[in-house]
């Protein structure tokens, strides 16, 4: 299996894209995770039946959120994805959450290219107010068996929140992961300089 770490970025967060891989789907109570250290998937436990994920769960690569994991996202589709692929994501905004006193926010997402609803979800506000309130009603309750009250929704905010939320993880992983950064530095100059190439040829060949 691939290290979704290093064949992945996050991606053009700033346009507001992403790359995803999908840990949970949707109607499962199977508590998958990916194991950074081993690259690979892992069932860390079984949850009660009727706290099973109301969406698809998953993480944005080459990402650290303040507790210390890849930044979660919960990713919104019709029907269940499969453990283990990588997407591409729309930014909708952000569930603000605390877990047993961690910050552990989730970016909220849709397909970047759904054909079946024609792209028609923009922001937060273009969900059916039932999905966002399913949403909050699992993650302030999913826990009550073991550890009642110990997670709490704060807030859902919209597309601009979730990009800070995004680029501080990245800066997080970046500064873990030198090497990764300086890739990142390498590639937008190389980026940056055939840009200006560019143009420098195009306008001698107007002239």
């Known amino acids: 299996m691939a290290d979704f770490n290093k064949v992945l970025t996050p991606g053009d967060y700033e346009k507001g894209e992403l790359n995803v891989v999908i840990e949970i789907p949707t109607g499962s109570n199977h508590k998958i995770e990916w194991d ?3 690259a690979c998937f892992m069932l860390d436990r079984v949850e009660p ?3 099973a994920k109301p969406c698809n769960y998953g993480f944005i690569p080459q990402t650290i959120d303040e507790d210390g994991d890849e930044l979660d996202v919960l990713m919104i589709t019709d029907q ?3 453990t283990g692929i990588w997407m591409k994501g729309r930014i909708l905004g952000v569930m603000k959450f605390v877990d047993d006193g961690e910050v552990d926010d989730k970016i909220i997402c849709v ?3 759904d054909r079946n609803n024609g792209d028609c979800y923009k922001t937060l506000e273009d969900l059916p107010k039932r999905v966002l309130e399913q949403i909050e ?7 009550d068996l073991k550890k009642p009250g110990t997670t709490v929704v704060k807030s859902f905010e919209g597309i601009d929140v979730a990009k800070k939320v995004i680029a501080d993880s990245i800066a997080r ?3 873990k992961h030198p090497d990764v950064k300086f890739a990142k530095d390498a590639k937008k100059f190389a ?4 840009g200006k190439i560019d143009e420098a040829l195009n306008g001698a060949s107007e002239k």
């Open 137 to 143: 009603f699992h993650f302030n309750h999913y826990k």
């Open 80 to 82: 269940p994805l499969t």
């Open 191 to 194: 980026e940056d300089v055939k």
């Open 49 to 51: 039946i009727c706290f």
């Open 36 to 38: 950074r250290e081993r």
């Open 173 to 175: 992983y970046d500064e």
């Open 111 to 113: 397909p970047e290219d």
